[in-house]
């Protein structure tokens, strides 16, 4: 439903009910019974005391199958309206609600949701009585109020005039500690609000220990948010962080308040948040993206198999090569195959859990950032093409390091830095079972994130490990012998095109300037190191020229480069003509009562290169696009964008790739991470 639509649905809403209660209200005037749907009583605790504040109680009693309206009523209907008639110098404030229920109902397609109360219920509203306020005598209150009442059927709008006389005689009603317990207090600190073209986000304070049973946020502002839309609650430490879905005209908020439902008991708090910070990230509690939790167990296992994925996915072809070397030298003893395993098991692991570690706790700073983070900063990806250049080198027979050397015995610490280098290298790709894993990771608690980590390395070094310690898939291995020399000179040839590879995504993520820089940085890496394999051929130390190049190299690719990264990445050209993403882009799109396709995609991930060409920039999708008017929109998060990164973390998505397709009037369908070549053409032609 359009955001222009609700405030003449509002309207005619009230119109239906009107014209339904005229016949009720006559009917009642000429019987003259006076007898309403939603009684109501005005009452006082005790009698009033000059220089305090007096508590009145307007208690409702609704007729079987009929409810009453919280002070913003929902999608339909209003609240309550009060005019007070108090004695001179009296003040009367804000009326104070218990927490209200949702009843939520479909009427025309269309799904909506009220906030009302169905059994009895007090408004309370504090009286200040001034010093000079004469309490010896009777003192008359009056108060007007118009109010509406429904069935799931009918409403109809009632009003009524109460009055109370209060004198010194009166005592103070027992009711009152039952219904000031239903009214929800006040936190104490100040909660924040962000609020998007998306979604209004909330970081409430709430202690960590308090439990809580299926949350749900009513705001006192209306047409800011979709009321019937599902609420996504996410545990950051003290901070509960609410998000709710926009669907309202209201442009902006200077401030936001409600109560905070925490259980199914009605108990309850009141909020007041101003604009702020409010934190990504978390451990999903409730709504939203609740359902794309697995269980842990599930997750685990999903771990496990992306990272036995990962040794067979394109963009992790570099470590293929290093792991074939490394397992065809494979011939020594049984004790060395396991203690080789090992290692190399122990370098993948602690590689996992570094990245993972290091991810959760820069989150947890308020880091907007996702998986394959590193690959977005300019300098890691200088130090990684340094990295493949030196690798490349090492195939190739320029030079030999020994503990990267796959073609002699290089023991436990050769082992351990190759599950390093294999880690570290492998880790930005996102394959199938491994996706839904890592933006688990992102939302549980640290340390369940953590093995998480750790479970998607054991996976990843898992083909090695076995090898190690089950000798007849070692025999399967070809025996050791020359042939080794010329396989580790063909596997320079990926390598050599991996590094041109991380040249292009230096040049993407800093522009002309940066990738020359870069380009010098890795002729120099590659000359020094063919100098040091010229001195080794002869018998010589080739080494010591790593101390002194070494420094060189770290404050040229840190503090020299960054100097020449331009400020933004030139969009890459679609046949789609997809608009740049952001959540007001996408909001546009979807009010356009249009097909939109969503893709997110980085120039550092291989699995999103090879999705676009097989699927996405192809002929065939883009005259079916063209024909269903589908609104193409992308996301390029090949350098940090931090709305990128909250809408991947609010779809459980820990990086890159990720397709959502929006049918007209729908929410979001999220594609696989394998696309087909005909899956995109064929949703545009179903719509």
Not at 269 to 292: C, Q, R, S
Not at 425 to 437: D, E, K, L, N, Q
Not at 627 to 637: E, L, M, P, S, Y
Request: aromatic letters at 8%; proline letters at 7%; hydrophobic letters at 50%.
């Amino acid at each position: 439903m359009r955001a222009s639509t609700i405030p003449l649905l509002k309207a005619l809403f009230a119109l239906f009910a009107l014209a339904l209660a005229l016949p009720s209200s006559a009917q009642l005037a000429a019987s003259g019974t006076g007898s309403r749907h939603l009684a109501a009583e005005l009452i006082a605790d005790g009698p009033p005391v000059p220089g305090e504040t007096l508590t009145l109680a307007i208690k409702f009693t609704p007729d079987p199958g009929w409810h009453g309206y919280w002070s913003n009523p929902g999608d339909a209907g209003y609240g309550m309206r009060l005019e007070w008639d108090l004695p001179e110098g009296w003040k009367a404030g804000e009326p104070l609600y218990p927490v209200p229920h949702k009843l939520v109902q479909e009427a025309g397609g269309l799904r909506l949701m009220n906030h009302v109360y169905e059994g009895e219920y007090a408004v309370l509203v504090p009286i200040e009585v001034p010093e000079s306020a004469a309490v010896a005598n009777v003192v008359p209150i009056e108060v007007a109020g118009d109010w509406l009442v429904c069935t799931n059927e009918i409403c109809v709008p009632e009003s009524a005039t109460l009055t109370l006389r209060l004198g010194q005689g009166m005592g103070s009603d027992p009711r009152f500690d039952t219904w000031r317990a239903a009214i929800p207090p006040l936190l104490d600190s100040p909660a924040r609000f962000e609020l998007t073209a998306e979604k209004l986000r909330l970081a409430i304070p709430l202690p960590a220990s308090l439990e809580l049973q299926d949350p749900h946020v009513f705001l006192r502002s209306e047409q800011l948010v979709d009321y019937a839309a599902a609420q996504t609650f996410r545990r950051d430490g003290n901070l509960l962080v609410a998000e709710i879905p926009r669907k309202g005209l209201a442009e902006g908020a200077e401030a936001v308040s409600g109560i905070l439902k925490l259980d199914e008991q009605g108990n309850g708090v009141t909020f007041e948040a101003g604009p702020g910070d409010v934190p990504a990230g978390g451990t999903l509690l409730a709504g939203g993206d609740a359902t794309v939790l697995a269980p842990l167990w599930a997750l685990v296992g999903g771990a496990l198999l992306g990272g036995l994925i990962l040794n067979l996915m394109p963009c992790v072809f570099p470590i293929l090569s290093l792991k074939a070397l490394a397992l065809a030298r494979a011939g020594g003893s049984e004790a060395e195959a396991r203690r080789e395993g090992v290692a190399y098991t122990a370098g993948v692991v602690l590689a996992c859990l570094a990245l993972g570690g290091l991810l959760l706790a820069l989150r947890a700073f308020g880091s907007e950032i996702g998986w394959a983070f590193q690959l977005q900063e300019p300098g890691v990806v200088v130090v990684l093409l340094l990295l493949a250049v030196a690798i490349t080198a090492n195939f190739a027979g320029l030079f030999e390091l020994p503990s990267l050397s796959f073609t002699r015995a290089g023991g436990r610490a050769s082992a351990f830095s190759t599950g390093l280098l294999a880690a570290f290298v492998a880790t930005p790709c996102t394959g199938p079972f491994m996706a839904a894993a890592l933006g688990a990771a992102l939302l549980l608690p640290w340390w369940q994130g953590l093995a998480l980590f750790a479970v998607l390395g054991f996976g990843l070094a898992l083909p090695f490990l076995l090898l190690g310690f089950v000798p007849p898939l070692r025999r399967l291995l070809p025996k050791p012998g020359t042939w080794m020399n010329t396989f580790r000179r063909l596997m320079a040839i990926p390598m050599g095109l991996t590094a041109l590879a991380l040249l292009w995504i230096a040049w993407r993520l800093g522009g002309d300037l940066f990738a020359l820089g870069a380009l010098l940085l890795a002729a120099v890496t590659l000359a020094a190191l063919a100098y040091s394999g010229w001195r080794q051929s002869r018998s010589k130390d080739g080494g010591y020229i790593w101390p002194a190049l070494a420094p060189l190299l770290v404050v040229f690719a840190f503090f020299v480069l960054p100097n020449g990264v331009s400020d933004a990445t030139e969009q890459a050209e679609s046949l789609l003509e997809p608009r740049e993403f952001s959540d007001a882009a996408l909001s546009e799109a979807r009010a356009s009562g249009k097909p939109v396709f969503v893709w997110f995609t980085a120039d550092w991930c291989l699995t999103c290169k090879v999705n676009e060409g097989v699927a996405i920039e192809r002929e065939a999708t883009k005259e079916a696009f063209e024909k269903a008017g589908v609104v193409a929109i992308r996301g390029d998060w090949t350098r940090r964008d931090p709305e990128i990164t909250r809408f991947l973390t609010a779809h459980g998505a820990a990086g890159v790739p990720l397709y959502l397709w929006y049918a007209p009037g729908r929410e979001g369908e999220v594609l696989p991470q394998v696309l087909t070549p005909d899956s995109l053409a064929q949703l545009a032609r179903q719509s």
